[in-house]
């Protein structure tokens, strides 16, 4: 199967009520002079912003002006390397073509904000606070200063600011105030600060209240640049058309802020929208949604695909065991049993955050789920109720899988080990040894054995003990996931970047010595998507 999922840029214009958002098919190149691309400028009708040249297939996420309208900052996510700065600016023969921004490149770095006088670049970024320190584990805000044409002295806000385990999308208001999100000491998973700028220097950050802050999931904010106004995302509140909506809040006369309001079903969709920016004018409103959400069955002895549109945001897809229905996990923290035809048949709700992660046990009669809120449960598929939730884990959890005789469930986490859990929720072993995320986690055919991918770039192998019996660690990327051949005799290894690569092993003499040389050639078509040791 293959699951196709944007993020794009939008593009509309600000009124105080819009209608229905629209994409296009006839994707146009913009290499044209003049504002925003050349292109032509949206009514009430939110469109695709610079498809096929700001917009691609590559996974645009945030963006912003500088106020002169001449230069355009945006990041894309590269699975590989996390987020990079691109940039495209105007010249007299028109818009250059975008690439890495000078600054950046060599960090993950994301949420780029200008401050309204231009002087000033704020942006997220995970380079180390000390020339000869570590990288931080989330992001910190920090700014750079103009100088000519150029970003120069990017410095570190400091402790004040970057107070929580992560910031995000910082915006700064006309007399220097910043809202940011951070993680920690709020009314929910995520809450908006905000600190004033006073004789060239931070405040303490103070919480903006639980008129916004709320027990969901907020982030993104906006702030206008005379603060009377924020734009923001929250995630799963009960107006939302889907994981994570716009909503506007007006301040009032007595400076508190008013009730929230979702921006409408004319930008805000079953998915996502998210990363809103003003234009330099304050005519315009650009933000992300994801788009594209089908998924492909292929026919394989016809090479045929037919498309599913499901209306819904997919993070993982899997058969029944009878190859009747499909099974999603999704980002609306649902997941969902369709017929092949995309008719949905039961809804699975319970999970606060995405599910990364949902599977049938051999016999179909349950399923488990795992997800971003760091739960793993079990489910009776017929009945679509949860059985049991696990005890609560560390971090997010990626992956779940059972076991052949569906007595055993191994999972893959954020905190960098898998875990062995029978069906009612006991823990059974840890598979620690991991320097990163572990991405994957799944059985052997026989049930002897268990194999990880991890962010460390390396994939193990492991007994049911617990115990690492090898290690395939000759990748210079990240590895998405590792699975074995139906025989066992196969380990199958996908890398971020770069062809999947195909491994001869056997478990029973792996401890001696694994022979990667005797892999039997295959024909053209059966190496047409593998990257043979041989």
Known sequence: MNIRINSIIILLVVLSQVVCSQTSNNAQKYYSKGSYFGQKLPGITPIIFAPDFISTDKNEVNSVFTPDGKEFYFSRFDPGKGYTIMVTKEYSSGWSQPEVAPFSGSYSEVDMFISPDGKKLFYLSKRPIKDSGPSPRGYQIWVMERKGTDWVNPKHLGDKINFGKRQLYPS???????????????????????????????????????????????????????????????????DGFGSGDLYI?????????????????AINTSSSEFAPILSPDGKY??????????IGIWELDKDEIVSLKLGVGVNSVTFSPDGKMILTGNRDNTARLWSLDAIMHKKFVGHTGEVYAAVFSPGGEYIVTAGL?????????????????FPVQNESVYSAMFSRDGQKIVTAGKD?????????????????????????????PDGKYIITASNDKTARLWDLNGNPVFEFKTFDEIIHTASF????????????????????????TIIEKIDEQKVPPLTGDEKRNFNIID
């Open 485 to 508: 051949s139906p025989d066992g005799k196969y380990v199958l290894i996908a890398p971020a970047k770069g062809p999947a690569q195909l491994r001869l092993i056997n478990p029973e």
């Open 416 to 444: 960098g080990t898998a875990r062995l859990w029978d069906l009612d929720g006991i823990q059974d072993v840890v598979f620690e040894g991991h320097g990163g995320e572990v991405r994957s986690a799944m059985f052997s």
């Open 373 to 389: 809120d760091k739960t793993v449960r079990l489910w009776d598929s017929s009945k679509g109720k949860e059985i049991k939730t």
């Open 249 to 265: 809040s007006f301040r009032n006369k007595n400076n508190s802020w008013g009730i929230p309001k979702n921006m409408g079903s």
């Open 172 to 238: 700064v208001t006309n007399d220097g105030t910043i809202y940011f999100n951070s993680d920690i000491n709020g009314f929910g998973k995520g809450d908006f600060f905000k600190s004033k700028f006073i004789d060239g220097n931070y405040e303490d950050p103070v919480n903006i209240g639980s008129v916004i802050n709320s027990e969901y999931d907020e982030t993104d904010p906006l702030i206008a640049p005379d603060e009377s106004f924020l734009i923001f995302t929250s995630v799963n509140r009960p």
């Open 285 to 294: 409103l650009a933000f992300l949604t994801r788009l594209d959400e089908e």
